[in-house]
């Protein structure tokens, strides 16, 4: 199966490389929109800034061409906020998938501490991307901004507030959480998109 991971200026993508390769498969982590295009997967993974990255995918042309893929499409973490429309991190305008607002974290008491670290429960999860056998597993959580509960939220979990843990769109999926960091279930996961 020929992966793709978009490489541009975030980290984490060796992560996912890795944890692909765990699941037999031998991803390749490219720019070349050619090698993009022709992949039957490809990930969008992310750990960085939300508006120097966007200005870089704008630069390269990659803003367009990943809003026009038709293969299933897998955004992580950063990569699943710049698939939505606009995020407060820098007040960026990002790629527009997802008709939803990035929001930054807001502390209510004391213990409330952002950046979001640490292992948090699916819940109302839907999508060939989790089976029902999902709801209430733990996931790895690395993050300051949310995109809040909408139409193409496919699993929520609760951090100061319930926001979305997962969204989907057409061929567009979506994890707030890290499938690469999340064990055993992050794993499964990993392996229902390939599969998809």
Same mark, same amino acid.
Do not use: A, K, P, Q
């Given at each position: 199966m020929k992966v793709a991971i978009i490489k541009y200026n975030a980290g984490n993508i060796y992560s996912v490389d890795y944890a692909l390769k765990r699941l037999g498969v031998e991803p390749v982590i490219t720019d070349d929109l050619g090698v993009i295009r022709n992949a039957e997967k490809v990930i969008f993974p992310g750990v960085g800034e939300a508006l120097s990255t966007?200005?870089?995918?704008?630069?390269? /042309?990659?803003? +367009?061409?990943?809003?026009g893929l038709m293969q299933p499409v897998l955004g992580i973490c950063l990569g699943m906020q710049l698939m939505c429309m606009h995020s407060e991190e820098g007040d960026t305008p990002?790629? /527009?998938?997802? +008709?939803?607002e990035v929001k930054r974290f807001i502390p209510k008491r004391h213990e409330d501490k952002v950046p979001h670290m640490g292992w948090n429960t699916l819940t109302d999860v839907k999508s060939r991307l989790f089976g029902p056998e999902l709801e209430g597993k733990f996931t790895y959580f690395v993050h300051s901004y949310y995109v809040p509960v909408n139409e193409f939220t496919v699993a929520t979990t609760d951090y100061i507030l319930p926001f979305s843990a997962a969204l989907h769109k057409d061929n567009f999926y979506a994890t707030q959480f890290h499938p690469e960091k999340s064990g055993d279930v992050g794993e499964l996961i990993l392996r229902n998109f390939l599969n998809l």
């Open positions: 966007m200005t870089y995918l704008r630069e390269h /042309g990659l803003d +367009d061409f990943i809003r990002c790629l /527009g998938i997802f +008709d939803s």
